[in-house]
């Protein structure tokens, strides 16, 4: 095993990087060099578990639509929902509404500049505060996200899974010691750049690496191994089958409550398993939750099988169009409305794959 001086690396490391940075960095962003905290707070928490190219747009609709703080918190959540459609974690949108609101009512506007005052903001964590403050007041704090955590771990070969308690203590300490304390913001997008676009997680341009003479994953071939995660996830599988019903050119829909995914977003009326069945059981049992009325309507088709993907769940279903006779029952506390009315509801991810493939 080849060794390196890991003492003299991290004298070197800054440097290597902002040269990278200066010489070879072409990653191009609508948020780079934004000074503005507000927008630099939208771009980051859009940005959280979504991906740059998906949230291109999604940034500057809102940017266009809520050029500033008051103006997002005037606005109406359906409204916010609706902009926020299709990016998932619905979590966040609830998050940037109230944070909002209290920057716009609490501090009259004012955004908060120190990095304890905005990690106390709701949805945000040390990455993402550290990301604001470095970014927008040049604040000295280091950010450690997915791609820092790939570099640190491949350039300086540490093996301590990143997933633990003692990994991110580890590493958030060596990144903090790496920062360049007089441009911590320029350092900060120079080093989740270069795990973007160089160090990748899957063919990382190592022949063409700054660091690969002194790269310890890289000198050993253990840049596949690294970095490390102990923990596995469990993954909760979930069967919706959704009922797509017809009463005089209306459609039943109605918003999800409670703590669980797609909070507030709207749906079909639907009848959930740990399983698939066939499509008769469904019924029968859409009957018995009347959702539907014995004899009174007719299905007119039945989807393929969808399916999506979450963090901790796989969300597997049908979609049911059925023409009704009457009215069900439960059919009071649903919302009827026409096709057209329908596009001023945001709905989740999987339903609209489903719409659009009509």
């Not at 959280?48 to 940034?59: D, I, L, P």
């Not at 993402?128 to 927008?136: D, E, G, K, P, W």
């Amino acid at each position: 095993m080849k060794t390196t001086d890991k003492k003299e690396l991290k004298k070197r490391f800054p440097a290597l990087l902002l040269k990278w940075n200066r010489e070879q960095n072409d990653r191009q962003m609508p948020w780079k060099g934004e000074k503005d905290p507000y927008k630099i707070w939208l771009s980051e928490i859009i940005l959280q578990q979504t991906r740059v190219g998906q949230g291109w747009s999604y940034y500057n609709n809102f940017i266009k639509t809520f050029p500033d703080v008051q103006q997002l918190a005037k606005a109406k959540d359906e409204k916010i929902f609706k902009l926020w459609e299709g990016l998932g974690y619905y979590t966040r949108c609830r998050n940037l509404i109230a944070s909002a609101r209290f920057i716009a009512g609490e501090r009259k506007g004012k955004f908060p500049d120190t990095y304890e005052e905005i990690k106390a903001l709701k949805g945000v964590g040390p990455y993402t505060a550290a990301a604001i403050s470095s970014f927008a007041f040049n604040l000295p704090h280091a950010v450690v996200d997915g791609n820092v955590f790939r570099v640190l771990a491949r350039v300086f070969g540490i093996s301590k899974p990143t997933d633990t308690t003692e990994g991110k203590k580890y590493f958030t300490k060596l990144a903090e010691e790496l920062l360049d304390k007089k441009q911590p913001g320029l350092y900060n997008q120079a080093i989740m750049d270069f795990g973007a676009v160089v160090c990748k997680p899957v063919s990382p341009l190592c022949a063409t690496c700054c660091f690969k003479k002194n790269c310890i994953a890289f000198q050993n071939d253990r840049t596949d191994e690294l970095p490390v995660k102990e923990k596995k996830i469990k993954i909760r599988q979930r069967w919706f089958y959704y009922f797509v019903l017809e009463f005089k050119n209306k459609r039943a829909i109605r918003q999800r409550k409670g703590n669980d995914i797609w909070q507030q977003l709207y749906e079909f009326p639907y009848i959930e398993t740990s399983k698939g069945h066939d499509i008769e059981t469904i019924l029968l049992e859409a009957e018995k939750e009347n959702i539907l009325l014995k004899n009174e309507y007719s299905v007119i088709g039945v989807s393929e099988i969808h399916k999506q993907q979450l963090s901790h769940q796989l969300i597997t279903g049908q979609f049911i169009k059925i023409k009704l006779g009457r009215k069900p029952i439960a059919g009071d506390a649903w919302n009827w409305v026409s096709e057209k009315q329908m596009e001023q509801f945001a709905f989740p991810r999987f339903i609209n794959h489903y719409r659009n493939k009509r």
